[in-house]
Every structure is written in C-alpha cells, then in structure tokens.
C-alpha cells in the first residue's frame, strides 16, 4: 500500500523539481532578444559623433576617446598614404629608368667651348644646397613614418626602429626651419624668373629638347624649370604649414584640422620626393653640363647655347660675356 | 663646394637653434604638461 503512494510521491517531486530547472530562456517568448534595445557602440558614434568621458589631467582635449573622423584618419594613414606613395616613387623611379634606357644622357652636341659663364651666383647655390639637404633629410625621416614600420623594423627589431625613429623625428622637427627657410629665400631669389613667358609653350610643343632633338630657346629658366620651381615654393610651403600645425597640436587647430593637416603633409610630402627625383635625375645624370650650374656655379657657353639661349644672348647684351663666349664679369 | 659646405653649416645652426627655442621657450615634458601638481606620471 506505501510503495504506489511512495511512487507517486516521488513522481511529483520528480516533475516538480523539473519545471523549475527549465532554462529561463525557455520560460520566455522566443522572439524577445535581451541585447537588441541595448546601445551599441557605433550608435553611440552615431549620434554623439565621439565617445567623451571626463577626467582628472588638465588637458580637457584627451576626455575624447573616440570620434569616427580618426578612424577615416588612420585608415589613410595606414592603407591609402603608403600606396599613394609606394606609385609616386616608384612609379617616377621606373619612368626615370625607362626614359634613361630609351633617350640616354642629352649630350652637349657642339662639345664644350672652353668658356664659361656665371649660371647662379654663390647666394643662389647656398640657398639651393641649404634647401636640398634639408629636404633629403626631411624626405628620409617622413618616408620613416609612412613605410619605415613594414621596411625597417624587420631588420632593426622593435627596439632599435622606436630608438631611430624617435631620434628621425628630431630630425625631422628640427630641419624644417632651414627648410623653410630656403623655400622663403628661394622663392624671392628666384620669382622674376620664373612667371609664364611668351616662347614657354613653344618650347613645351617641342619637348624642351629632352623628348625629342629639338633644342628651343628658353630664357634663364625653361618651363619645366618654373614647373620646380613653383612645385618647391607652394608644395613647400603647404609642407611647411601643415608640418607646424602637426608639430604644435592645437595652438592653430583641433584634432581634425589636424588630420587635414597630416593628409596634405603626406600626400604633398610624397609627391615633393618624387618630382624631386626626376629634378635630381636631369640635374646630374639626364643631362651633361647640368650639374656644374649649382656645383662651381658656372656653365659652357655652348651649354648656355643649347639650353638657354635667350638666356645667353640676354647676358651677351649685359656684357658679361665677351665675343669669344669667355667670361668677363666674375660672380 | 664652399656654397655647399657653408650651406650645411648655416642648416645645422639654424636646426640647433630652432631645437633651443623649441626647448626651452615652447615646449613642455610630457610629464608636466600632462599631469596636475597632486598627480605626477
């Protein structure tokens, strides 16, 4: 008679203690999603446009932790700069060698004259070189930013890259005030030379004498020479700008004037190497005679002849060359 | 070769000068100009 009752007995029990150990989850409406009224986090983007909290440092500007401006920033930075880049120069790089295999070095095609005339005075190559050696020490330092990481670290390991690139920063800090300097002196020394001119499409038509065999006249600078020279003075200047927003944060701008900042100084900063690159080129190898206009500041007469020729028979008006073609003012 | 030598001299002062200004004039250790006197990183 006990044992049913027992049994029954311990069947409810059974059955009780089932119910309650049923997962809540169970007991609940299928559709109900417990996390799909909560906040997330690019809804919270979304709306407020940064993530702020509050803190204790007197520097108010670090309470923002996030914005989606920096995200966009650092994806140029990271992805879009580099290929920007990694085309520019070595892009100009396989021009520069394919335009060298194919037309090889403009020769001086009447040979040198023996004479030669003043092609920038001791001023002007003091400028030029003060500029050009801050700019390869600018140009090495900022590439480290952008491709230093993926190309040097490998080989100098995290510790040794952190120490070269804070000591590159330095550099790079420091030598922008002759930079700057020189793109100032450079653009008054030179700016009377170097507005558009009469003859400048002719000479563009016939390819400046290095596409093709023509040699057409040109005054002290050709228009390829102002295309440098406008590109180091406004591209220099924007460099530069932008560099002193960069290296004094938030004395002229906030953080997205900032990132504004850094896109042009990366994007113009890249560009600036490679038009630089082809300027080294035609000023050195593309170009007999070239280089000694900035190296001892004077050229051949038949240089000057087949390069500049209004240039030359200005400077034969001056008297500061003698019917010879020999030099007769000394710089 | 005296435009180029004198040219980088003239750069290295005018950097060394312009990393003095910055220095001593403009710029402040991190640990200054981060922190308030009662917290010191």
Known sequence: MLAPLRFCLALMALIGVLAFAVPASAQQPTSVNPTASSVKEQQLLKELNKVQGRGTIPDSRSYVLQQPAGRDWRSFHEVTLPWIGTIAILGMLAVLVVFFLVRGRVRLEAGRSGHTLVRFNAFERFIHWMTAVCFILLALTGLNVTFGRALLMPYMGPEGFATWSQYAKYVHNYASFPFTIGVVLMFLTWIAGNFPAGGDLTWIKQGGGIIGRNH??????????????????????????????????????????????????GVVGVLFVAIMLAHIYIGTL?????????????????????????????????????????????? | MRAFITACVVALLLAIAGAALLNQVVQQPAESAFSTPAVRI
Do not use: C
């Not at chain 1, 070239?290 to 008297?319: C, K, P």
């Not at chain 1, 500061?320 to 710089?331: I, L, N, P």
């Open chain 1, 216 to 265: 057409p006249p040109a005054k002290r600078f050709n228009p390829g020479q102002k295309l440098i020279y406008w590109f180091v003075v406004l591209g220099g200047g924007a460099v530069a700008i932008t560099g002193y927003l960069l290296m004094f944060p938030f004395y002229a701008t906030d953080i997205a004037g900032m990132q504004t900042a850094q896109i042009v100084h």
């Open chain 1, 286 to 331: 593309g170009m007999e005679g070239a280089f000694e206009a900035m190296g001892r500041g004077e050229v051949d007469v038949n240089w000057a002849q087949q390069h500049h020729s209004l240039w030359l028979a200005r400077e034969r008006e001056r008297g500061r060359v003698d019917q010879q073609g020999g030099r007769v003012a000394a710089e």
